[in-house]
């Protein structure tokens, strides 16, 4: 108990912890004085002492009623102190579950918009390689189209600019 109450991050819960502990404190105390007691009588009852064993046996009747009564006062405590440890631990849950909700919220939209910077610069590319080759198509040789990138979009720009040069080449030499 001592472990948990110092480990548990609650007040309430630590507090509750603490009078358990208090109380299984005085309840072996009482355990001893039962079991002296109990001693006692059975000492009284080998010598056949009747009269101290009968007022023993009442006392123990007394200790054993005080013991039940502090016992199971300590399993209330002890439930309502679990009860209490449960509903941190859901509310504890429940703080996770929506920082993973959240997380993966804020992740979502980053990876979105890192996947939307690289597709728009994807359809730029590939935009610049379509009006190059219109530009060639309507007999403008001297079209060149820049290589933003060493992709594969980067490679098809240097290898139209190659083609073009050949063109126009090819066009001087005729």
């Known amino acids: 108990l001592e472990s948990q109450r110092d480990s548990t991050s609650s007040e309430s819960v630590a507090a509750d912890l603490q009078r358990l502990t208090e109380a299984l404190t005085g309840l072996m105390a009482l355990t001893e004085i039962y079991e002296k007691e109990a001693g006692a009588c059975l000492a009284a009852i080998s010598t056949r002492s009747l009269p101290e064993a009968r007022q023993r046996l009442v006392t123990i009747d007394g200790l054993r009623q005080e013991l039940s009564e502090r016992?199971?006062?300590?399993?209330?405590g002890m439930f309502a102190t679990l009860k209490a440890i449960s509903k941190e631990a859901k509310a504890a849950q429940a703080r996770a579950r929506m920082a993973t909700i959240v997380v993966f919220v804020l992740s979502s939209i980053l990876g979105l918009g890192v996947a939307a910077i690289g597709?728009?610069?994807v359809i730029r590319s590939i935009k610049s390689v379509v009006r190059g080759a219109?530009?060639?198509e309507g007999g403008n040789l001297d079209t060149r189209i820049e290589i933003g990138s060493r992709d594969e979009i980067g490679r098809l720009a240097a290898s139209f600019n190659r083609m073009t040069e050949g063109l126009r080449m090819r066009d001087r030499i005729r």
């Open 134 to 136: 219109e530009a060639v």
């Open 71 to 76: 016992l199971e006062a300590i399993r209330a």
């Open 119 to 121: 597709a728009r610069r």
